[in-house]
Each structure stands twice: as C-alpha cells, then as structure tokens.
Nanobody, 122 residues
Framework: EVRLVESGGGLVQPGGSLRLSCAAS????????MIWVRQAPGKGLEWVST????????YYADSAKGRFTISRDNAKNALYLELDTLKTEDTAIYYC???????????????RGQGTQVTVSS
C-alpha cells in the first residue's frame, strides 16, 4: 500500500521560509516520479513541482520558479520542498504525490498524502 506522509508546514510571515518533507513507503520510491501539488482555500489542485526518479530532472510551475526547490533522498525514501520568499498567495495545503501520468500538470494522476498546511500571513 502506498503511504505518503507530509510534514513541515506551519505559519510563516511573508518573505519567510519553510521546508516540507514527505516520507514515502509501500512502493519502490527510487523509481518513482514524485510531485508536489497544493490546494489553496476555495480552489482546485495546483501542480507545483516535479522531480525525476533519480533527481536529475526538476520542473516548476511559474508560481514556484526561483522560490521553491524540490529534492529527494532515495536512500531515505524522502521527498522535500524548500519554500523561500513566501507570499500570502502561497497559503495552501501542500501534498506530495507519486505521479503516474501527466506529471507536469494539474491533471496528474497518482496517490497523494494527507497534506500539510502552509499559512503565510503577517
């Protein structure tokens, strides 16, 4: 059974930083394409970032470019998202997901975790 558990969210002021983590189990993590998506209040799921199985390829939504950094540690079955220069519009629940298809799109398919809340507010 695929299990994904996010952590690291919280309340941060605009301009601040957070590091999100995702602990994965129940599948061969080192061969999986992994993504981060988010859902802001009252909105649909928004693709944020994708990383290839070996970490050599990383991709970002325009809203995340230059501010967010995705990474992974296959030895630890862990996925990360570093959030820098946070803005109020980054407030959302952030989910990690094992992507099966459409991995650079809001239309991705694959199991995801329960999410971690990020709130950016002064």
């Amino acid at each position: 059974e695929v299990r994904l558990v996010e952590s690291g969210g919280g309340l941060v002021q605009p301009g601040g930083s957070l590091r999100l983590s995702c602990a994965a189990s129940g599948f061969n993590f080192s061969t999986a394409v992994m993504i981060w998506v988010r859902q802001a209040p009252g909105k649909g799921l928004e693709w944020v970032s994708t990383i290839s199985s070996l970490g050599s390829g990383t991709y970002y939504a325009d809203s995340a470019k230059g501010r967010f950094t995705i990474s992974r540690d296959n030895a630890k079955n862990a996925l990360y998202l570093e959030l820098d220069t946070l803005k109020t519009e980054d407030t959302a629940i952030y989910y990690c997901a094992k992507c099966e298809t459409q991995c650079l799109s809001n239309s991705f398919l694959g199991p995801r975790g329960q999410g971690t809340q990020v709130t950016v507010s002064s």
